[in-house]
C-alpha cells in the first residue's frame, strides 16, 4: 500500500531545570494508507511525545524537536511536517490529520455545547456554512452511535458520559475525512465494556472511511484485536516493529517477550504466574550511550553496555534493536566476535 506518513529520525528533547530531558531518541517509522499501526510501550516510552511532536504540539520552551524528517502523503503531496510553518500546521491538524486525545474531559469545551465544537472544525477546515455545519454534525454523532443526535447537539460535555465524550471527540477527529487519525490511548479512561465499543468502532470508521490510524496504547491486548502491525517503544527508541501476529508468536526482543508474558490468558490450559519485568525505565535526563534495557535485562552481555542496538530485519516486516537471539538462546554478534559474556562489567 502506499505511505501516509514516513517518519525518520525523529529527537526530541526537554530542556528543564533538573536537565534536558531525551524524550525521543531516534525513531523511525512508516504508516501506510489504510493501515492501523500501534504504538505500545509503558508509560515514559515516549509514545506520546514522538505524535505530538509530528504535529506540532511540543510546548516550546521547554520542549523542542531537535531533528528529523516526518513525511506527510496529504492533499498537496509529499510535505516534511517538520519543515511547516504553525499556520500550515494547524491546516493539517483536523483538516487532514485527525487527533484523538487520551482524555476528553480536557479536550472538549466545557462552555460550548457539542454541536458547537464538531461545527467549528468542519467551518474552519472545509468551509462550510452554519447550517451545513449543523446537518453534517448531525450526521457525524449518528456515526458514532451518539443515540438521539438533535437532542444531544445541543447538550454540553458535563451531560455526556466518558464513553460518549470520547465519540464526540472521534467524530471531531474524523469530521474532515482526514488521511490519518492519531489516537492516543484513547480507551484508558474507559471501563472494559466501552473499551470494547470504541475499538469496535474505530474498526468500523476505519473500514468505512478508508483511514491511516495510529494507536497508542500501553495494553496489548487491545492492540490484538485492531493493529496490523506493532511498533514497540523503550527509552524514547523503537526496540521492535512487526506484524501483529509475528510479534504475538515469536517476538524478538525480551522487552516485548516481558510485556507478553505480563497478560492473563484466558485460553491457558493451565495456571501460570505472570512475568514482572524487574526493575525501573532508564533516567532520560542522562544521555544513553548504551542498551537503554540492559539495567533490566536478563540477557544483557558485553556489547549491550557498549553501544545502542540499532533496528535490524529479523524477518518479513520484522525488525529488532536487540543483540540477542531469543529464539537461538545466544547474542547475534559476527563470526569475528569474542565469545558472549553475560552481565555487567
Known sequence: MPK???????????????????????????????????????????????????????????????????????ASGRRDLLQMSPEEL?????????????????????????????????????????????????ELLAQVGIPDPKLRYKNYPFQFSGGMRQRVVIAIAISCTPRVVIADEPTTALDVTVQAQIVDLFRRLRE??????IWITHDLGVVAGIADRV????????????????LYEHPQHPYTHGLLGALPRLDARESRRLVSIKGTPPDLLLPMKHCPFAWRCEYAHDRCWEEIPA???????????????????????????????????
Open 4 to 74: 501516509a506518513l514516513e517518519v525518520r529520525d525523529l529527537v526530541t528533547r526537554f530542556y528543564t531545570l533538573d536537565g534536558v530531558v531525551n524524550a525521543v531518541n531516534g525513531v523511525s517509522f512508516d504508516l501506510h494508507e489504510r493501515e492501523t499501526l500501534a504504538i505500545v510501550g509503558e508509560s515514559g516510552s515516549g509514545k506520546s511525545v514522538t505524535m505530538m511532536s509530528l504535529l506540532g504540539l511540543i510546548p516550546s520552551p521547554p520542549g523542542k524537536v531537535e531533528q528529523g524528517e516526518a513525511f506527510f502523503y496529504g
Open 90 to 138: 494547524r491546516d493539517v491538524r483536523g483538516g487532514q490529520i485527525g487527533f484523538v486525545f487520551q482524555d476528553p474531559i480536557s479536550t472538549l469545551n466545557p462552555i460550548l455545547t457539542i454541536g458547537e465544537q464538531i461545527s467549528e472544525t468542519l467551518t474552519r477546515h472545509r468551509g462550510l456554512t452554519r447550517d451545513e455545519a449543523r446537518d453534517q454534525a448531525l
Open 208 to 213: 468505512m472511511l478508508g483511514v491511516a490510524v
Open 231 to 246: 511498533l514497540v517503544m523503550y527509552g524514547g527508541r523503537p526496540a521492535e516493529i512487526a506484524l501483529v501476529d509475528d
Open 311 to 345: 533496528l535490524t530485519p529479523v524477518g518479513v516486516r520484522h525488525q529488532v534493536a536487540c543483540f540477542y537471539d531469543l529464539e537461538a538462546h545466544a547474542p547475534r554478534q559476527s563470526a569475528s566476535e569474542g565469545g558472549p559474556s553475560n552481565g555487567r562489567e
